[in-house]
């Protein structure tokens, strides 16, 4: 999670620009950044001003946010794949996303598809799949899943405190289609 | 075609952290990861632990910031080892800035490295970069609220550094709530109560530190 979303410009009209963030047009103040940005570029806005320009090189080496660090990761996993099945094209990929990760999902898939275009994955789908936090009680020998939370205290069943959670922390890529 | 493939998303980094952690070993160097959000207090805590511990302990320091030096020149002048690193917008270190650094540091002559990672109550937390503990800062006048806001930094780290108490008085924060969210998120947490300020708790903190060289 970080706090300026990277959204892309999609017009401009003097001082101002539409933009496009995880699909919600709005408009910015586009009169802070230090160069004339083109439609198509990515910037990073905060508080209704588009703040700071996001080179495309730095987006793909992971550089500006947590989310796309990964969605970079994904992207290496999903190629290599891709070349050892003797496949050009990926169609669809799809994540296990643990519920008690700090990675937020939307952020995920808008990074996915800022950084899939020049990979063998440009047309592809993402699914991120949310695994909720889940374990085991000790006390009562009971299963859980807790849909909706980060944390727990108490088995949700008994009440007790000697639980495992055994699930909400994945992050990995379950299955892909290719051809 | 279809293909499960379960591939765990960070591998590439871990397999880096799991790297760098050799190279620590092998230098018989102990490494921490020092977290919290901006202004939490973690140079001024790096300065106050370096003064407790040093010369005794010979300690190297990695900085990571987003842009700028000022940490770096703040730990240089007490006299130990110090790289910068700028992650150029990055909100966290990662294990292969780790990596890159480490021959800037004269590893097989210090005996404990600390890397202060960027200010960031969130996302320093997902990557691992080789240490062997994980520890974070939070300040009283950050608010009560944090641990259950910002649960996994909690429940990684192995110790939490309550920082200027001595602001508790002109606060309303309630330290008895922090301290028990904490614990309640992650039950091996050790919790110390320090001033970087006045000096309060810095040596029951350093100990605790410098003891987890011989485990």
Same mark, same amino acid.
């Given at each position: 999670m970080c706090l300026a979303v990277p959204s892309k410009i999609i017009s401009i009209d003097n001082e101002t620009a539409m933009i496009d963030v995880y699909g919600a047009r709005k408009e910015v103040s586009i009169m802070l950044l230090p160069e004339e940005p083109r439609i198509g570029d990515f910037v990073l806005v905060h508080a209704g001003f588009a703040i700071q320009m996001i080179k495309a090189e730095a987006f793909q080496t992971g550089e500006i946010m947590h989310e796309s660090s990964i969605a970079h990761s994904i992207l290496e996993i999903v190629e290599e794949q891709c070349a050892e099945k003797n496949c050009t094209v990926v169609d669809a990929v799809t994540v296990r996303l643990g519920r008690a990760t700090g990675v937020m999902p939307e952020s995920l898939?808008? !990074?996915f598809d800022a950084l899939k275009e020049p990979t063998a994955a440009k047309n592809a789908k993402m699914t991120v799949d949310i695994v909720?936090?889940?374990g085991h009680c000790n006390a009562c020998g009971r299963e859980f899943d807790v849909p909706d939370v980060q944390?727990?205290? !108490?088995c949700p069943h008994c009440g007790s405190? !000697?639980?495992?959670?055994? +699930?909400? +922390?994945e992050m990995e890529i379950s299955d892909m289609e290719m051809h | 075609m279809k293909?499960?493939?379960v591939s765990r998303i960070l591998e590439a980094n871990d397999r880096i952290a799991e790297e760098n952690r050799r190279r620590f070993k092998k230098a018989g160097v102990f490494v921490a990861?020092?977290?919290g959000a901006p202004g939490a207090g973690k140079t001024t805590l790096l300065e106050q632990t370096i003064r407790m511990l040093t010369p005794g302990v010979r300690i190297g320091v990695i900085e990571g910031d987003i842009v700028g030096s000022d940490d770096a020149e703040r730990i240089g002048a007490l006299g130990v080892p110090v790289v910068q690193i700028n992650t150029g917008g990055a909100c966290h270190l990662d294990a292969n800035m780790i990596s890159e650094v480490l021959d800037e540091l004269p590893l097989d002559e210090l005996e404990m490295v600390i890397i202060e990672n960027v200010g960031n109550l969130v996302c320093p937390a997902e990557f691992k970069v080789g240490e062997d503990v994980k520890m974070m800062v939070l300040s009283v006048a950050e608010g009560h609220d944090k641990p259950l806001k910002y649960p996994l930094m909690f429940q990684e780290s192995s110790a939490l550094v309550l920082n200027k108490v001595d602001l508790l008085p002109y606060t309303n924060a309630d330290l008895g709530k922090m301290k028990q969210d904490s614990l309640a998120l992650n039950p091996k947490l050790t919790v110390f109560e320090v001033s970087c300020r006045t000096g309060a708790?810095?040596?029951a903190?350093?100990?605790w530190l410098s003891g987890l060289r011989s485990q």
């Open positions: 898939q808008f !990074a909720p936090v889940g944390y727990i205290f !108490a405190n !000697a639980f495992e959670i055994t +699930r909400g +922390r | 293909v499960k493939v990861n020092l977290m708790g810095i040596e903190w350093a100990q």
